[in-house]
């Protein structure tokens, strides 16, 4: 029979327009977050990560946007390009030193030509 | 910089055989972390080592499972006997701290018979 996989959302994207992936957190204790790259075939790759003093951090046309009040965070991708096919996770860190990351399902990236 | 280095990539193996994944941390790195990827689960953290100590084996499925650190740069993890639902891919990830940014390697692709 046909097995069913983990859903992972989907956001489609033309090439050469902006993405905004989306991240919702569950722990308000959480103090450090990153955005992993995930292509076929590898392992997650970092990409940015954002500290809970800082609302927004920008690195090679990526932006990082937290909002501690609602727990979101969101990765914004400029001029989307046909590599940036992935999926993305975003992962959370509690406050404690000893706390472990934590990844989220991830969210794939499809870019339309 | 050499990064996160697995062996095997790929590993196909009948069922009741034992299976040895074997990883190589980013030097000057304290903390490893095996992880296990399904399309059912998505990504699972199985087990992390701080300075070669395991902390945290909470997310090892069963007594099949067991890992290693001899050293700071070798981890081993061993499944005996293997069973077709441990088919995944596996990856090894290494960094400083166990809050700290994540680098991982890409993966062994486990298929069990």
């Known amino acids: 029979g046909e097995s069913v996989g983990l859903h992972l959302p989907t956001l489609s994207v033309q090439e050469g327009d902006n993405s905004i992936i989306n991240c919702a957190y569950s722990?308000?204790?959480?103090?450090?977050f990153i955005w992993y790259k995930q292509e076929s075939g590898k392992g997650p790759q970092f990409i940015i990560d954002?500290?809970?003093?800082?609302d927004k951090r920008q690195g090679q046309r990526v932006t990082v946007l937290l909002n501690k009040t609602v727990k979101h965070l969101s990765l914004q991708i400029a001029a989307t390009q046909p590599g940036d096919s992935a999926v993305y996770f975003c992962?959370?860190?509690?406050?404690?030193?000893?706390?472990?990351?934590?990844f989220g399902k991830g969210t794939r990236l499809h870019i339309l030509p | 910089d050499a990064g996160v280095i697995q062996s095997p990539r790929h590993e196909v193996t009948e069922m009741g055989q034992e299976v040895t994944l074997r990883c190589k941390p980013i030097?000057?790195?304290?903390?490893l972390f095996w992880y296990r990827q399904t399309m059912m689960r998505g990504l699972e953290l199985l087990i992390y080592?701080?300075?070669?100590?395991?902390?945290?084996d909470s997310g090892m499925p069963e007594d099949r499972f067991s890992a290693k650190m001899p050293n700071a740069s070798f981890s081993t993890l061993k499944i005996q006997p293997s069973e077709p639902r441990d088919s995944a891919v596996y990856f090894c990830?290494?960094?400083?701290?166990?809050?700290?940014?994540?680098?991982f390697g890409p993966g062994t692709r486990l298929t069990v018979l």
């Open positions: 990830a290494s960094g400083r701290g166990a809050g700290d940014t994540q680098y």
């Open positions: 722990n308000s204790a959480s103090d450090y």
């Open positions: 954002i500290r809970s003093n800082m």
């Open positions: 992962a959370e860190k509690g406050g404690n030193r000893d706390d472990k990351i934590i």
């Open positions: 030097s000057g790195h304290n903390s």
């Open positions: 080592f701080n300075n070669n100590v395991p902390i945290d």
